[in-house]
């Protein structure tokens, strides 16, 4: 089993749609929850981070995190063309004397939002 | 916010030939900075992690002499693709974040290695 895992899509919504993205993970450890927006032949941009379990919400997006079930979800609501991107999840832990461990990362679900 | 530049964005260069990628961190101080690869249409594979001013760890499979990484300051880290082969072509990311975790990382714009 890896270690994240994330239905690579495609998905395909019209516009104005809510758009639910998940990642399930085995690591009871991750702590830091995150999720990027990825363009294409673009770096990764930092949508939503979270610290361990609960919601957070900015604007169109909310980012839920349920440790118990590890298993954390990404809401889009009306969702516009502009939302057609590679949404990747990734997890960390941190340890105080060493750091930030690197990033792990699902697949990535590749979402277009058709107008 | 946090921005971390990459340069440059892209390059092509002949095989046999060396390719330095730079990663800055623009407005913060990076304790650590990790180097990605990317395949189309693949999730970002990490090649390794620097911490400032020590040997960088790399992941298994992936070349210490032939991707040397540098991380001399906390706001500079380089990878320098060395020998470079048509299969070294890639997209090529670097990640950067502050000590204590807690504002995620950022990572850089890219950078595009064809080699010829």
């Known amino acids: 089993q890896k270690e994240v895992e994330q239905d690579p899509g495609p998905l395909s919504v019209p516009e104005g749609a809510i758009v639910s993205l998940n990642c399930t993970y085995s690591?009871?450890?991750?702590?830091?929850f995150m999720w990027y927006r990825q363009y294409s032949r673009k770096g990764p941009e930092l949508l939503m981070y979270t610290y361990s379990s609960g919601n957070k919400e900015d604007g169109r997006f909310t980012a839920q995190v349920d440790k118990s079930s590890k298993y954390i979800s990404l809401f889009i609501r009306d969702s516009q063309p502009s939302d057609s991107a590679t949404y990747l999840c990734?997890?960390?832990?941190?340890?105080?004397?060493?750091?930030?461990?690197?990033?792990?990362f699902g697949k990535g679900t590749r979402l277009s939002v058709i107008a | 916010g946090a921005v971390v530049s990459q340069h440059p964005s892209w390059v092509i260069c002949k095989s046999g030939t060396s390719v330095k990628i730079e990663c800055r961190s623009l407005?913060?101080?990076?304790?650590?900075m990790f180097w990605y690869r990317q395949f189309p249409k693949q999730s970002l594979m990490l090649m390794a992690t620097s911490n400032e001013g020590s040997k960088a760890t790399y992941e298994q499979g992936v070349e210490k002499d032939k991707f040397l990484i540098n991380h001399a300051s906390l706001t500079l880290s380089t990878l320098t693709v060395t020998s470079a082969h048509p299969e070294d072509s890639s997209f090529y990311i670097c990640?950067?974040?502050?000590?204590?975790?807690?504002?995620?990382?950022?990572f850089g714009s890219g950078t595009r290695l064809t080699v010829v």
């Open positions: 990734a997890m960390s832990v941190y340890f105080r004397n060493s750091g930030n461990t690197p990033l792990v």
């Open positions: 407005d913060f101080q990076a304790t650590t």
């Open positions: 690591n009871s450890a991750f702590q830091y």
């Open positions: 990640s950067a974040s502050m000590s204590g975790g807690q504002s995620g990382y950022t």
